[in-house]
C-alpha cells in the first residue's frame, strides 16, 4: 500500500473516529480545583476553575492552573501548564487546550510536548485524538527519539502503534547521517525509518539517494529501492535496489548496477554486485561491463566478474576483471584470461593467452602489458613466446617471433616493435603495387622493425643476423610458420556488443604449425 495512501487512510480514521464517539457521553469530572466558581460573563454554563486543576474524563486525567469547563457540552478551555496523562506511557503538555468531551480530541496551543517514554514530540499546535490515539500537528515538529531527531512541517503520531507519519520537508539526524525526504514513516520501537518519494541520508562520506525504501537507525542499515544511488568523492553506485550497512560501510546491489568512476573515467555495470568501502573492493557480475572512455575513444570490457580497488581517500587503485574476457576499442580489440588496469601508472595487464589485435596485426604472448599517456596507448610489452602476425594473402602471413617484444605506438597505432632474445621473421617483401618480390627469412638475438600502415616496412638487427630472401617459388613449404603459429581471427571481437560473444576453446580457422625450429 502506497504511504500516501496510508496517511489518508489514518486522517480519514481520525475524523471518523470522533464523530462516531459524538453519540457516546461522558461527563468530565472535577477532581481538583483551589476555587471553583460559575462566570455568568460567559454563560450560566461556564464554570470556571482556579488553581492547581484536575479533571478526568474516563481514565484519563487532565491538569492545568486554570480552566473554563462547560458542563453541558462537557467542553473546556484550559490555561498554563497544561498536562494530559492519557496513561502510563504517554503525556501531552502545552500552554493552553481545547478540549471536547463528546470526540475526545484535544487541541493544544504553545511549547506542546508529548512525551512517551524515550520519545519527546514538540511543536506549536497539536491535536491529539483519545479515541484513534493519534496525535496531528501541522506548524512543524521536532521528534527527539534516542540519538535521532526527526523535523517536519506535518506529522501524526500513533501513540498505539507506536509509528510517526511525516510530510514535507522531513529531515532525520543522527550520530551517523542525516536524512531528507517528502514523505517518511518512522517506527519509535525498532527506530526504522520508511520513505517515500525523493530521499537523500548523508553519511560522513557518502551520500544516498532513493524514492522508496527503509532505514534501520538502530543497525545503522538500509535497503533502498526504485533506482537508488550511492555517492562518494569520485564514484557513483546505482542499481535497482540496494542494502547497505552503513556501520560495516558494505552492501549488495541488484539489477542494472552501475559503477561510475569520475577520476578514471571508467563505468563498469552488471546485474548484481558487492561492496566493501572500508576495505576499499567492490565487484560486480552477471553480464558485466567496463568502459574506459575519453575524448576520442571508449574501450569496451567483458568478462564473468569484475573488482574494483580503492584507497582510503575512495580514489580508484585497480580494476580486475576476470575470467573469459573480451575487450573492443576502435583500434585494439583483445582477448584473455583475466585483465588488470592499475590507475596509478595507467598500466592494463593482459594474462593467460592473451591476444590482441591492432589493425592488421594479431599479437599473442604469455603476458601482454599496455602502457597509456595522455588517454592513448603509448607503448606495449609483450613477454614470454611473444608473437605478432598479419595476412600477407590468402595462406601467407608476415611474422614476428621472440623472447620479448615492446611496441611503440604513434596516434594509436603500432609503429615499431624491438625484439629481444631469439628474433625471428618470416617477412613478404612486395612492391607498391602489390606485386611479390621475395620472402625474407631472418634471425637474430634483437632486432627493430618498423611498420607503415599497420605492415612491417623495414628491420634493423642490433646483432649479429641470418638472413635469407626466397623467391616465392623456391620457399620452403615446411617454413611457412615460424614455431608456434596460431591465427585467431574468428575471436577477434567485431565492434562493442561483439565483446559478449562465448568464447570457443578452438577456432575453426586456427591454425598451428611447428615451423622454424
Known amino acids: 500500500m502506497s504511504r500516501h495512501i496510508h496517511i489518508v ?20 469530572h472535577v477532581e481538583k480545583a483551589d476555587k471553583q466558581v460559575y462566570d455568568e460573563s460567559f454563560s450560566k454554563e461556564i464554570e470556571r476553575l482556579i488553581g492547581l486543576v484536575v479533571m478526568r474524563q474516563e481514565d484519563t486525567r487532565f491538569y492545568c492552573d ?44 504553545g511549547d ?5 517514554k524515550s520519545t519527546i514530540l514538540t511543536t506549536e499546535h497539536l491535536i491529539y485524538n483519545r ?45 551517523d547521517s542525516e ?35 527503509w532505514y534501520d537507525t538502530q543497525h545503522d542499515f538500509s535497503k533502498l529501492s526504485k533506482r537508488p544511488f550511492i555517492s562518494g568523492s569520485e564514484q557513483t553506485i546505482t542499481a535497482d535496489s540496494i542494502l547497505y550497512d552503513n556501520f560495516l560501510s558494505s552492501g549488495k546491489a541488484f539489477g542494472n548496477v552501475e559503477i561510475l568512476d569520475t577520476l578514471h573515467k571508467v563505468v563498469i555495470t552488471g546485474k548484481y554486485g558487492e561492496m566493501w568501502d572500508k576495505e576499499g573492493r567492490s565487484f560486480i557480475t552477471d553480464s558485466v561491463i567496463a568502459i574506459t572512455y575519453d575524448e576520442t575513444d571508449s574501450m569496451f570490457i567483458h568478462s564473468d566478474t569484475m573488482w574494483m580497488y580503492f584507497d582510503k ?27 588488470v588496469y592499475t590507475m596509478n601508472d595507467s598500466t592494463i595487464r593482459f594474462l593467460n593467452e592473451p591476444v590482441l589485435w591492432s589493425e592488421k596485426n594479431q599479437l599473442t604472448a604469455d603476458s601482454i602489458n599496455i602502457f597509456v599517456a595522455g588517454n592513448r596507448v603509448d607503448s606495449l610489452m ?11 594473402s590468402t595462406d601467407s602471413y608476415n611474422q614476428i617471433r621472440g623472447k620479448n617484444m615492446t611496441g611503440y605506438f604513434k596516434d594509436n597505432e603500432l609503429a615499431k616493435i624491438s625484439v629481444d632474445g631469439n628474433a625471428q621473421t618470416i617477412y613478404y617483401i612486395r612492391e607498391e603495387d602489390g606485386y611479390l618480390i621475395g620472402i625474407n627469412l631472418s634471425e637474430s638475438s634483437t632486432m627493430d622493425i618498423r611498420l607503415l600502415n599497420s605492415e ?18 623456391d620457399f620452403p613449404a615446411n617454413q611457412k610458420t615460424l614455431k608456434g603459429f596460431s591465427w585467431q581471427e574468428t575471436l577477434r571481437p567485431r565492434d562493442k556488443h561483439d565483446i559478449f560473444r562465448v568464447q570457443p576453446t578452438v577456432s575453426t580457422e586456427q591454425a598451428v604449425g611447428d615451423g622454424l625450429q
Not at 609483450?382 to 600477407?392: L, Q
Open 112 to 116: 506542546v510536548r508529548l512525551v512517551e
Open 131 to 175: 479515541i484513534s490515539k493519534i496525535a496531528f500537528y501541522d506548524v512543524g515538529g521536532t521528534i527527539v527519539n534516542g540519538d535521532n531527531t526527526l523535523t517536519s512541517k506535518r506529522g501524526y503520531y500513533n501513540t498505539e502503534s507506536k509509528i510517526f507519519y511525516f510530510r514535507k520537508d522531513v529531515v532525520l539526524i543522527n550520530p
Open 66 to 109: 486554570s480552566a473554563y469547563l462547560n458542563t453541558q457540552k462537557r467542553n473546556f478551555e484550559a490555561f498554563g501548564n497544561v498536562h494530559i496523562a492519557v496513561n502510563d506511557t504517554v503525556d501531552v503538555y502545552g500552554n493552553r487546550m481545547l478540549y471536547n468531551g463528546d470526540t475526545r480530541v484535544a487541541e493544544l496551543f
Open 179 to 213: 536524512t531528507y525526504s517528502d514523505t517518511l514513516i518512522y517506527n519509535t520501537i525498532n527506530e526504522t525509518a520508511y520513505f517515500e518519494g525523493p530521499t537523500v541520508i548523508r553519511g560522513n562520506e557518502s551520500a544516498i539517494y532513493c524514492e522508496a525504501g
Open 382 to 392: 609483450m613477454y614470454n613466446t611473444a608473437f605478432i602476425v598479419s595476412r600477407d
Open 456 to 473: 612491417m616496412n623495414a628491420i634493423s638487427y642490433q646483432t649479429k643476423a641470418v638472413e635469407k630472401m626466397f623467391p616465392e617459388k
Open 9 to 28: 487512510l489514518i486522517l480519514v480514521l481520525f475524523i471518523i473516529t470522533s464523530f462516531a464517539q459524538a453519540q457516546k457521553k461522558s461527563r468530565v
Open 313 to 339: 581517500k575512495r580514489n580508484a587503485k585497480k580494476l580486475l576483471a576476470y575470467y573469459s574476457v573480451r575487450f573492443f576499442r576502435s583500434q585494439m580489440q583483445g582477448i584473455c584470461d583475466s585483465m
